[in-house]
């Protein structure tokens, strides 16, 4: 289980907190959160049924989903780039 990847996103003299917390495999399912001050202003789960289903190994599950959290902060990055978020 992956606990949490946290960063910080600046856009327009702003900075966001961003987040992706693992849930742990029996939900399959990892939130994500962007915080402005302390605020959570948006929040979404986001399943990964795809990856157990691979049967993976421990090590390999954990950073495929990792890399997956990793390319959804950089997604929700560009949302807020967009004015989509925030």
Request: hydrophobic fraction near 40%; avoid cysteine.
């Amino acid at each position: 289980m992956i606990t949490g990847i946290n960063t910080i996103f600046e856009h327009d003299g702003k900075e966001y907190h961003l987040q992706a917390e693992d849930l742990g495999v029996e939900t399959a399912v990892y939130e994500v959160r962007v915080y402005d001050e302390g605020s959570v202003v948006w929040m979404k789960r986001m399943s990964y049924d795809d990856l157990l289903a691979r049967d993976l190994p421990k090590a390999e599950h954990e950073k495929a989903l990792r890399t997956q959290m990793e390319k959804t902060l950089l997604t929700v990055g560009a949302a807020i780039t967009k004015g989509k978020i925030g």
